[in-house]
């Protein structure tokens, strides 16, 4: 049964109260990485000259570091249980086109920065599946955390969730304008209002809680089912905790050793000068002569400074990088070997372990999000012809599909940021090159496992396609060979010229290889059957004729048609070799051979 406006407003301030610890930690952090350590710890930066920081905000670096390592999606697959049948792969890759065009729609990629940014800050960050009727299409959409109060089951799920915003006042009310009377406050001189979005199985609720519970808006849950999922940062205490939670004390401890620094060397600049008594005239400025009897004794009053001082800052630098596992390599900073590379994997490796937790974090909650969105689809727009294009990772896609026949109750999708996740590129290309060659994986596998995105199916398509291309331009040149035999036992090779030609002159029309050879071989109408001993101008030597016989082969020829003793591809003995072949040649040393010599012989 539906929650009533009263209940939910109670339970909103239910967690409110009981999520309080959480918000204060989270507009700490939140207020640091602004640099306004100031609104954090006033006493520590009082007003004056040397009340803002001066250093650099290492946890605002780190964070952004971090979360745009983090924010590249990963590879969306839509495996079957066998995909050993050619249907069920068709059937799979057009799922897995529908998955790629939600997240394109969907913006995903431009959303991540922004979610692993709240996730490393924050500890957690809320996306929903919503559905766009305009588009009919669902729609995935990251939320922010701070402000987000999840009611969370003993099994780790979701079943409600409470957002807080703070709106401008005259914004509501040209949002609302049925409303806008209600919505305005005389007694309230704020310019903001806040406004709470309530979403559970039943209901989604927007309303003003300081408006004695103004509903703005209300719509019925079509799907029966929370739409929200949570990707959290894992935690001890099962808390949600930032990664910096620990940290800003010593960052704002390090910005007023700064600023102390800077303060003593002004004062240290300008402090007085002492001088003797005998001294009548102060001369200020550059090459100024004052006169003493005592000159040594004219000096600026030094300011003493305890000898650890600048010392600190290192110690107080060392503790924040390592609290917030930041490693010193990200700011090119490393000691280690630069040729065997193991210190830097040392130094980087607590850093590659992080990302690895948040691409766990992220899989997880992407699997279950896709999974929502194409139940959504399929059960609110299931029977509409829809089209999705667009550009995805740089190859354009345009697929129709109907939800309820492409997808049919199938919402498994495999998210995976790849087998080679974690290893630069040349390891990941050994480890799946010699994964392959021992069989230990297939090629589709391989190919779904990489740590780029495309479409395997089209890919293998594409790969054949060349293969067979490569097999006829083998099978052209292998046919140009039967040329010599033909001509030195008088025959005409007229035909197989005008073929060669042919393919040639639509090579150079633009004309695609297997369309060009289908030109040139298109059937004619059949001549008379050839004589004995006479080879049929249709075909390459060794073809049998129409009477079904077989043809007498010239000396030197092959049944495939090429000369014997001669590697397809290559010139028969006697022939002129090419300039790519006379400079391709290698001495013992490995030198490139750039010598040719011609030798002419006479018969005696």
């Known amino acids: 049964m539906a929650l009533s406006i009263d209940e939910i407003k109670d339970t909103y301030d239910r967690y409110r109260r009981m999520y309080d610890d959480r918000d204060q930690r989270m507009n700490q952090v939140l207020l640091v990485r602004q640099g306004r350590m100031r609104d954090v710890y006033p006493d520590l930066f009082p007003d004056g000259p040397f009340e803002n920081p001066i250093v650099a905000n290492m946890v605002d670096i780190a964070a952004r570091d971090l979360s745009e390592t983090i924010a590249p999606l990963p590879a969306f697959n839509c495996n079957s249980t066998s995909m050993v049948s050619e249907a069920v792969r068709r059937k799979a890759d057009k799922r897995e086109e529908i998955v790629n065009g939600i997240v394109d729609f969907s913006d995903l990629q431009s959303q991540m920065f922004n979610a692993a940014d709240r996730y490393v800050t924050y500890g957690f960050v809320p996306a929903q599946v919503e559905i766009d009727y305009d588009a009919k299409m669902p729609r995935i959409r990251f939320f922010d955390s701070l402000g987000t109060y999840p009611v969370i089951d003993r099994f780790g799920r979701v079943t409600m969730m409470f957002q807080r915003i703070q709106k401008p006042t005259q914004e509501l009310m040209s949002q609302y304008p049925e409303i806008a009377h209600l919505i305005y406050d005389k007694n309230n001189q704020s310019t903001m209002s806040e406004v709470v979005r309530f979403h559970d199985k039943d209901q989604d609720v927007i309303f003003l809680p300081q408006r004695s519970n103004l ?6 849950n079509p799907m029966g089912e929370v739409m929200v999922r949570m990707v959290r940062r894992p935690s001890l205490d099962d808390q949600a905790r930032g990664q910096f939670d620990d940290v800003l004390a010593i960052q704002v401890a390090k910005a007023r050793y700064a600023l102390l620094s800077l303060e003593a060397a002004t004062k240290s600049v300008q402090a007085p000068i002492a001088m003797p008594q005998d001294v009548q005239e102060l001369a200020l400025g550059p090459d100024a002569i004052m006169r003493s009897s005592k000159p040594n004794e004219i000096r600026r009053v030094p300011l003493e400074l305890p000898a650890n001082t600048f010392q600190q800052q290192h110690v107080l630098e060392s503790e924040l990088r390592l609290g917030s596992r930041y490693p010193e390599s990200r700011t090119g900073n490393s000691d280690a070997s630069i040729i065997t590379g193991r210190g830097v994997q040392a130094l980087m490796g607590g850093f590659d372990t992080q990302i690895k937790t948040a691409h766990a974090m992220f899989a997880r909650a992407f699997t279950e999000l896709m999974a929502l969105a194409l139940k959504v689809d399929e059960k609110i727009f299931g029977n509409t012809e829809k089209t999705l294009e667009g550009i995805f990772n740089g190859t354009p896609y345009n697929i129709k599909y109907k939800p309820s026949r492409d997808i049919a109750g199938d919402y498994t999708v495999d998210v995976q940021y790849g087998l080679m996740a ?3 590129p040349n390891r990941a290309l050994v480890f799946g090159l010699q994964a392959r060659g021992d069989k230990l994986i297939s090629r589709d596998f391989l190919r779904r496992q990489m740590p780029f995105n495309f479409n395997a199916t089209q890919e293998e398509e594409k790969v054949e396609t060349e293969e067979l291309r490569d097999a006829m331009k083998q099978a052209i040149a292998s046919y140009a060979q039967a040329i010599p035999a033909l ?7 007229s035909d197989i010229l005008m073929k060669l030609s042919t393919v040639i002159s639509e090579r150079q029309k633009g004309t695609a ?3 060009a050879i289908q030109k040139a071989w298109a059937p004619k109408n059949p001549a008379p059957a050839a004589a004995p001993g006479m080879v049929s101008p ?7 004729t129409a009477g079904g016989g077989q043809e007498q082969l010239p000396p030197g020829m092959s049944s495939s048609g090429r000369m014997q003793g ?11 070799p090419d300039i790519q072949s006379l400079l391709a040649g290698l001495t013992q040393r490995g030198e490139p051979n750039l010598q040719a010599s011609l030798i002419k012989r006479l018969p005696a």
């Open 215 to 220: 509903v703005l808006d209300k719509a019925a």
């Open 566 to 576: 001669v590697a397809p591809g290559q010139m028969a003995p006697g022939g002129r």
């Open 487 to 493: 001509a030195s036992q008088g025959q005409d090779p």
């Open 513 to 515: 290889i297997e369309v």
């Open 422 to 424: 974690g290893l630069d």
């Open 538 to 544: 249709e075909g390459p030597p060794g073809e049998a």
